[in-house]
Nanobody, 114 residues
Framework: QVQLVESGGGLVQAGGSLRLSCAVSGSIASINYMGWYRQAPGKQRMLVAGFTSGGYTNYADSVKGRFTISRDNAKNTVYLQMNSLKPEDTATYYC????????WGQGTQVTVSS
């Protein structure tokens, strides 16, 4: 059974940075297809960054140039480096495969103050 555990969220001022972590247990291969999602209150969950086949990365337009997804295969962990944060980045952030294959974790809350 795959477990996803997100961490690293917090409260930050606009323009600041945060680094999120996602520990993936139970499936080593899936780390190559992981992504980060976010869900703001009253909005649908959306994919903001992910790995695609061939090791490429893909980003939502709203975060392109500010967020970077990376992974450590040895630690089975996926990261999301978030720079130049904006209030509109405020959301709960989740990790999962880019197809949303597994049960969702608890997420980690990111709040950006203006």
């Amino acid at each position: 059974q795959v477990q996803l555990v997100e961490s690293g969220g917090g409260l930050v001022q606009a323009g600041g940075s945060l680094r999120l972590s996602c520990a993936v247990s139970g499936s080593i291969a899936s780390i190559n297809y992981m992504g980060w999602y976010r869900q703001a209150p009253g909005k649908q969950r959306m994919l903001v960054a992910g790995f695609t086949s061939g090791g490429y990365t893909n980003y939502a337009d709203s975060v392109k140039g500010r967020f970077t997804i990376s992974r450590d295969n040895a630690k089975n962990t996926v990261y999301l480096q978030m720079n130049s944060l904006k209030p509109e980045d405020t959301a709960t952030y989740y990790c999962n495969t880019i197809s949303g294959l597994y049960s969702w974790g608890q997420g980690t809350q990111v709040t950006v103050s203006s």
